[in-house]
């Protein structure tokens, strides 16, 4: 499907993306205000977040919004670093805006972190097949456990993080042995877009791996350039916004979300005795009081109510 004929069936787009590199810290502590004032006038929503190190932001919006937001970051950072990756959608991926700094685009908690002076090596969607054929290769996937969960590619390790902050630690007390056990000469990692994969291969450039490679644009990327019947992927890829998880087409999968947890959950999920929608999953039924599960029935009341005065509105169905 050409993005023309996307346009027509789905009429909002997606843009994920970041960029590692120097900003414009002259401008940089007001540009949230200048980002939000933007966002508000071309109902474009979701979340930016700016650093000293860079850029990192999905927004979504009718597509002159999302390229007038984009322009906007010209100013902050050379755009020419920008990767990003769009795609649609027939309703609203967020709820709202928002734009804010902070100490690092995406968050590893180490020092020193640099991944636009020293980072691996770019692996094309293309080549990343015979990436995962190599047997010289350990194949990380550098996202928290339950996105993996969700989907991942054919043979990768997983390291069950909770966090992105979790990695180094994980690196610390696991890698060495994996790498040994394998005989691995290389190691080559990937994320949802390639911003957290992208940071690993610095952290462990840092730490003394000298092969180190990383997939160029991520899952997303990969979803978006590789024929199905030729991917390694299997099942679907987890998303931080209203859609949950996209299919090979990314587009919106099975995938719903947990209104009390956040936790995604499969069809099969959804079918567990433990499941009431809005209310409770498997993940988190023994986590909340009953008051908190009486709140939880009254807000799905309203969304329930909301649903049937709003037919065909641009809300994404509840869990």
């Known amino acids: ?36 004032s933007l966002a508000k006038q071309h109902d474009v929503r979701g979340s930016i977040l700016l650093s000293v190190e860079g850029v990192n932001g999905t927004i979504c919006g009718k597509p002159e919004g999302v390229s007038i937001l984009l322009k906007k970051l010209n100013e902050l950072i050379d755009s020419n670093i920008l990767e990003i990756k769009y795609s649609w959608t027939s309703k ?4 709202k ?5 902070k100490a690092e685009i995406v968050t590893m908690g180490v020092p020193g972190i640099d991944p636009s002076v020293l980072s691996g090596t770019y692996v094309e969607p293309k080549d990343w097949n015979s990436i995962l054929d190599d047997p010289d290769v350990l194949v990380i996937d550098t996202r928290n456990n339950y996105e993996v ?49 992208e940071k690993a291969t610095s952290y462990l450039r840092k730490v003394g791996y000298l092969e180190v490679h990383h997939l160029h644009g991520g899952i ?39 209104f009390a947890c956040g936790m995604p959950l499969s069809i099969e999920d959804r079918e567990r005795t433990q499941y009431i929608s809005g209310i409770q999953c498997h993940h988190c039924i023994d986590r909340f009081t009953d008051a908190d599960r009486a709140r939880f029935t009254e807000r799905q009341k309203h969304i329930n109510n909301l649903a049937k005065r709003l037919p065909g509105n641009n809300l994404w169905p509840s869990a």
Not at 97 to 101: A, E, H, L, P, R
Not at 174 to 196: E, H, Q, Y
Not at 220 to 233: C, G, T
């Open 1 to 36: 499907m050409n993005d023309s004929q996307r346009v027509d069936n789905k009429n909002l787009q997606v843009a994920a993306f970041y960029g590692f590199s120097a900003v414009n810290q002259n401008l940089l502590a007001s540009f949230p205000d200048k980002l939000n």
């Open 92 to 95: 609203q991926a967020f709820r």
């Open 97 to 101: 805006f928002k734009s804010k700094i």
């Open 149 to 197: 969960a969700v989907g991942t590619f054919q043979g990768a390790i997983n390291p069950h993080t909770d966090i992105f902050r979790d990695f180094p630690k994980w690196v610390e007390e696991n890698l060495d042995p994996l790498v040994k056990k394998n005989s691995s000469k290389k190691i080559a990692m990937f994320c949802t877009g390639g911003i957290r994969c």
């Open 220 to 258: 997303l990327r990969y979803l978006e350039e590789i024929p199905e019947k030729e991917s390694r992927w299997d099942g679907e890829c987890f998303v931080f916004d209203q859609r949950v998880a996209l299919n090979h087409q990314l587009m919106p999968g099975e995938h719903k979300l947990c």
